[in-house]
Structure formats: structure tokens, C-alpha cells
């Protein structure tokens, strides 16, 4: 039915910024999910237009999108619970059901599933669902505004909590997105009694072997660390330093790192952010580390602008 | 997102003021399977550990395995990349239904 090829989460959000970046200028964070949904059909010239948002008090939903057929017009309804956590949350869920309408719904809003392609079937579902989380990341939290922001080279806590409010987004999702892009060793653990519900590393902390498998065993948080203390200040933004070993036995003896810690009331659920220094130690850093390569270097990870 | 079993688990266990330690230890079992019953989304419980849990938290086996009997799950909040579809609730599939009957309320071709 449509001409056009399948659609790619990336390159719809980016096209979105773009257009945002025109009309909106540097006021357009965080992004208005619900003027942008409204307004798509027209702005893109398709005739089957988002013509409901509506936010309920919905227990146990989080959002979807329905085809409405109006007046024999193909409409659409982007329903989401209004009553669910934080704003940033509901904005999530928001730019998620966009990312569906714009990259799903030439796919239909129905699956007919037998027994047998059950399995396939899942695993569409899966796919899309993905899908329609990295469009939401990419339209809320466009990288080359993101290194803009963060400005400096010591990222701390304060820091990712201030984009996060600037995006409107959870500082977790601020969090999982500068672990995307950034060029330091850093780890998010997310944690609930004791043992790690899911972690999350930067490319460099990646590749450096600072990660945890955490799909096997359940892998237990160190006993050493902030996040077993009994420290249960909500927000520990400074963050503390002590010996990288405590969290990865595999790092040399003299490496540190910087552990912060939040604790979440909600579900007993404890975030660390765990920044390592740069695998090397640093008498091992060359003397032309510390010339105009790394002044270039720092303008391409965007911790300094050229237009400053 | 934990499985109903899990979350009545850790519901019954919280709400008789017990450390995962403690219902291990009363349960025979040890405290990183149970943190596994209660937290992911694949468990692996066999029938004599649920059985003993079941028993140590003063419920049957079938009240813990049992799906329609599921408390309404708390999703892991801040989780934004990998959420998952989850059950209804049955007052909010109807609620759904209305707001859509209203939005499609003289729809020519709906049906």
C-alpha cells in the first residue's frame, strides 16, 4: 500500500529534530511529544492523521495507538495513562507511540496469529517495540545536543540530572542515552536487594571488560561498594571514590573510580553509576595525548564547541 | 518485568517482614534463587521449592501459581528501553474500551 520502503527509527527522529531545530529554535527542549503528534500528518502530508491524544488515569497501561476509522476516515488515537509515574515518563511513553505511528502502522494494527507463528509472531513484536524505544531516545535526546550540553570532561551526577530535566526525560534514560555516545569508561547498574537487575556499558567500559553478564547467575552487588552501604541518601550526586577492583577484580591496583549512587523508594530499586578513569594509568599517557589532538579530540566528543 | 509468581512471592514475603535471607533460609533454598523467582522475568520454579516457599509464607502452591490471582505487577518504572507488553487489568481493558466506543461514536465503517 505505501510506496515507501520500511522506515528506520534513527532517521525518523533525526528528520523530526531537524524540522524541530528550524521552527523551535533553542527553545524546543524538552520536545512537546503531543503538538508533534498532532501536527505529523499535515506537516508530512499523509491522510490519516493522529487525531486524539488522550491521557487517563489507566491502571496497569502505559500507551498504545488505535486506528479509529472516523466518518469512514482513517484516523488515529494515541491513548496514554496519565496517572503513571513522572512527567518524563508519560513523555516517553508518548514519543514511543509516535515511533510507532510513524514507523508501524503501514504494518496494520491487527496480528492475526495462529499456534504456529506464534514465535514470529513475538519476535515482530519485539522488534517493533524496540524500534519505537530508539526513535523515542533520538527524538527526545538528540546526540549533538546531548554532548553540547554536557560541556566539560568530569561528568558527574549534576550534570546528567541537568539533562535530563533539559529533555524532560528519567535521568536513567538520560543516563542509558549518554552511555550511547560518551568516550569514557562508565557503567549503570540497576539493582534490587542485594543482587543486579540489569546493567548497562559505554563502548570504551565495553571493550575494556568492564561489564556484568547479568542475564546468568544473578550476579550479587559487592559488599565494598556505596550501593551495599547502608548510605541511603536518595541522591548521592558528588558520588565517592574508591578502588575500581571493588566492582571489576579485573582492573589494575591503582585505578579508581567514582561510584554514585540513587536509591529509588519506589520497588526498592538502587541505580550505581560507576565513570572509570581511561584504561591506562595515566603514567602511561603519552606527552602528545596532552597536545592539539586532544583539543580535536574534545571538539569531536563535543566537550568543547567550535561556535563558543 | 517479574512473573505474577514472583511478585506474590515478594509481596507475602514483605508484607510478613521477612528478609530474602530469612524465607531462604526457612525455605531450604538458597537466597540468589529466590532473588531469581521473585525478580525475573524466566523462572525456573520447581514444584518441591514452591511448594516449601508456598508453605513458609502460609499459602498453597496453586494460590502462588495460579495466573487470574496475580496482584497488579509493578513494572520496573525507569526501564524505559525494554518495556514489555504486559496483562491488563480487566476495569482497564474496559475503560479502554469506552474511551475508544466514544472516539469511534459515528464511525460509518467501523465493525
Known sequence: MNPAGPRSPIPEANRLSKLLNISRGTERFPVDVEELARGYAQQFGHNDPIAEVIGADLPGFEGALYGTNKNGKREWALLYNSAIGTPGRIRFTMAHELGHYILHRQNGNTFECSEADLLQWESIEKRQEAEADVFASYLLMPIDDFRRSIGTDSVDLNILDGCAKRYGVSLTAAILKWLEFTEQRAVLVMSTEGYMLWARSSQSALRSGAYFRTRNAPIPIPNDSLAASDISATREMQGSELSARIWFPQEPQDMSLREFKIVSDRYERTMSLLILPKAEPRWMLEPEDKGNGLLDEYIRTGHFSRNK | ?111
Not at chain 2, 26 to 50: C, F, Q
Not at chain 2, 57 to 67: K, P, R, S
Open chain 2, 1 to 111: 518485568m517479574p512473573t505474577p509468581l514472583g511478585i506474590k512471592i515478594r509481596q507475602l514475603r514483605k508484607e510478613q517482614g521477612l528478609s530474602l535471607d530469612q524465607l531462604a533460609a526457612m525455605a531450604e533454598t538458597s537466597k540468589s534463587y529466590l532473588w531469581e523467582l521473585e525478580n525475573r522475568e524466566t523462572a525456573n520454579p520447581t514444584m518441591d521449592k514452591v511448594s516449601k516457599i508456598a508453605e513458609k509464607l502460609g499459602v498453597t502452591a496453586e494460590f502462588l501459581l495460579n495466573d487470574e490471582q496475580a496482584t497488579h505487577s509493578a513494572e520496573d518504572a525507569d526501564k524505559a528501553f525494554f518495556r514489555k507488553y504486559q496483562k491488563l487489568p480487566a476495569p482497564t481493558k474496559k475503560k479502554i474500551q469506552d474511551i475508544l466506543t466514544v472516539l469511534r461514536e459515528n464511525g460509518s465503517d467501523d465493525e
